[in-house]
Every structure is written in C-alpha cells, then in structure tokens.
C-alpha cells in the first residue's frame, strides 16, 4: 500500500542497475536507458500516475531526439530540421538524462555516471556535440510541454455515505487520492471523456449482485476457493503497471531485434497509451465514484471480509490496471501487425522473482484485468468495461501519434523475424 500511495517521496540517493534479474543487458541505446529509467522509478517509489506521465515524458523526448538527427516519424513535442551529422547515441543519452534528472533530481550523480558511460564510447568532435544538443533540446521540449498540465493540482474528493458511493477501504481506510488525474491534459487523447464509459452496475441489480458474489468467493484475503497459481497471478500483476508493461515492451523489442527509431517509437507509443490511459480511467473514477468490493461485501453481510492483496484509496469502476495493460497490449498488438508474439515476464516488487509465460499481447492483458478480481480490488464488471477502455485508448494513441514520415521505411513487422 506505501508502494501505491507514495505521491511525492523525498528521494535518497540511490543506484542505477543496468544490468536486471528481469532480463538481459541491452546493446540498443534505447532500451538500455529505458531499463535506467524502470530501475530509478522503482527505487523512488513513484506512486503508478505520476510514474506513468514521467515515463511518457521521457520515451517522448528520446524519440523526438532520434527523429531530430533522422525524421523517421513524426516528433511530438520538438520539431526541427534533421541533423544527420549528429551521434543518435548521443542524442539518445542526453534527452534521457535530462527527463531523468528532471523528473527525479535525487538521481542526479547516477543519471550523471549513466550519461558518461553511454557517451564515453562516441569520439569527440561536431557529432558527439550536436547529438547532445538535440537530445537536450528535446528533453526541454517534452518538459515545457507538460509543466503546465495541471497534474500537479489538489483535488479533494469526499467520502460517500450511501449505496453504490466510494469511501475508504479497510483495513486503513486511507483517504482516497489523486481526484485530479482525470483532468489533467493528455498526451494524446482530446479530453480524459473521450472515451467515458457508461455508468456502473446498479446496486442491489442481477449484475452488481453477481459482481459480489464472484469477489466475495475468489478474491478474500482467506479465500478457500482460489488456487495457489490464481495467487501467484494476484501477485504477479500487483506491481505498478508502467513498470511490468515497460519491461514487456523491452523484451519484446529485444527480442524482435528493432533499431533504435523503432525501439523508440514503440516505447513512446506504449508509454504514451498508458499514461493516457490513467487520465482516461481516473476521469471515470470521480466521475461515477463507485464503492470497492471490499466495502459493498461487509455492507452486504460479512462484516470482517478482507481483500486478498491491499485496496489502492480509489474508486472501483473501471480497473485502472486493467486500462493500462489493456492499452498497452493494444498498441503492442498493432505495432507488431500480431497479437500472437510469446513472451515471458518477470515480476518486481512488491512480489518480485515471479515468472510467467504469455503466447500473446492480449491474453497477457486478459490475465491483468482477472489478477484484480483474484486479489479482491475490482469487480468483473470494472474489469471487462476497463478492457474495452483500455482498447480504445491504446487504438487512438496508435493510430495518431508518432506516425511515420513518408515512404522508404519499414515497418517493424516487415523488417522483424517471424513470430516464434
């Protein structure tokens, strides 16, 4: 729960591994400083909001930087003439260690070591200095782009008291957070309503009342009817959803052997589609301010009931989690012109060390909505409407974003192996 509701941690110092038990060490520039940039959150304790609008911001500012030395695809916040003459390596670090070091400032001496060993490789001279200039200039270009997006605005929700409305869950009742994530502006969405699902489920309703029923059953903290790999699953997926997605998109990006403009354009597409994707659901989650299953189950009889992992303090409906790995995988799937790409992934914190094996985007994603309703935190019906959220995000921020720039250049399914 401290994983979840840590806003604004004051940072200690901390260091960068570039090297992971979660896979292995990246060659493309790209994904190497992705994985600095997974590895800083998760030590920071970036609560799952503010994390994913900082991973767009950086993903935003190494692609535009890689477009500025050759104009592959579209920019998204910095647009200048092509540099050909510059390092793209160099302008890749730069950008990076910029957002970084702006982002988290505490991580300053290590996003400082991280910059001199990627740039240490590139000869001195004109290329070096100009790529480095870019990715500067992008950097500042994907910042100013956000200072003013309203993320940083207080919102404070109240408590509801009837039916249906959302209040503080139990064990700690902790007061619920980040009401104002709904409006801020988007990456790439027009409006966090865009795509508003319809209302809830009505209480005391067939559905509402199956809804009960089912996390009652599968998702207790002492649940007789869960099996031990439904746990595992619960577990698996309880990590913030921006760090387990980002780690998909590496592997998978690795794996496929991309370059660095395609590694570039994918993780900003898939950066951008979640952080989008937490506007989207969080617009929803004030909107309707439905009660968790925690709460309607003791209001419904079992006054002790407990879910089986930690309540987040927000309203239930739809599944935030869901959303995000829904829009992900979505953007994944068309990347790829496939959804049938295997992977395997490894779990980090809180429940780290856990492996599993998924034959597509999609079914990764299906298994990601399920892990709430096992873990007790979200009702089917949030789950299955935050599916078809998370689709239409990640279908709208593919298919607007990032685009590519003329003919000459292949497309990532053209250019990659054959689907194993």
């Known amino acids: 729960m401290k994983l979840l509701l840590a806003t604004s941690l004051l940072l200690s110092p901390f260091a960068l591994r570039t090297e992971t038990t979660h896979d292995a060490p990246a060659v493309n520039p790209v994904l190497r400083w992705n994985r600095v940039a997974t590895d800083a959150f998760a030590a920071a304790g970036t609560d799952p909001l503010t994390e994913s609008r900082s991973f767009a911001i950086v993903q935003v500012a190494v692609h535009d930087a890689l477009n500025g030395v050759e104009g592959r695809y579209a920019a998204f916040a910095a647009s200048a003439p092509a540099a050909t003459a510059a390092s793209p390596e160099a302008a890749i670090a730069a950008a990076a260690h910029a957002t970084l070091t702006a982002l988290l400032p505490a991580g300053k001496a290590a996003f400082d070591e991280e910059l001199a060993r990627s740039t240490q490789p590139i000869a001195s001279g004109d290329a070096k200095s100009l790529g480095l200039e870019i990715g500067r200039r992008s950097a500042a270009a994907a910042l100013a782009a956000r200072s003013r997006d309203g993320a940083d605005r207080k919102v404070e929700p109240k408590p509801g008291t009837q039916p249906g409305e959302y209040r503080p869950t139990p064990p700690d009742f902790t007061p619920a ?3 104002q994530w709904g409006g801020i502006t988007p ?51 309880y990590e913030n959803s921006t760090q387990g997605w980002n780690r998909i998109a590496r592997n998978v990006a690795e794996s496929r052997k991309l370059d660095a403009w395609e590694s570039a354009r994918l993780l900003a597409l898939v950066n951008v589609a979640m952080a989008d994707g937490y506007i989207a659901v969080f617009d929803a989650k004030y909107h309707y301010g439905y009660w968790r299953p925690a709460t309607a189950i003791r209001a419904d009889g079992a006054s002790e009931w407990q879910s089986f992992l930690g309540t987040p303090p927000l309203p239930d409906y739809p599944s935030g989690h869901t959303v995000v790995g829904a829009a992900a995988a979505t953007v994944l799937a068309r990347f790829f012109e496939n959804d049938y790409v295997g992977f395997s992934m490894t779990s980090g914190a809180p429940y780290p060390d856990l492996t599993r ?50 003919a000459g250049f292949k497309t990532a399914a053209a250019s990659s192996p054959a689907p194993r």
């Open 187 to 237: 990456f790439s969405l027009r409006a966090g309503d865009q795509f508003r699902p319809g209302p809830p489920p009505e209480v005391g309703g067939a559905l509402a009342r199956r809804d009960i029923a089912t996390v009652k059953l599968m998702g207790g903290l002492d649940s007789a009817a869960r099996t031990e790999e439904q746990s595992q699953i619960a577990r698996f997926w």
């Open 177 to 179: 957070f980040m009401a």
């Open 357 to 406: 094996t998924f034959w597509s985007f999609s079914e990764a994603a299906r298994e990601n909505g399920d892990s709430r309703v096992l873990a007790g935190l979200h009702f089917p019906t949030a789950v299955r409407v935050g599916h078809e959220l998370g689709e239409n995000v990640g279908t709208w921020v593919f298919e607007h974003a990032f685009q590519p720039r003329g």
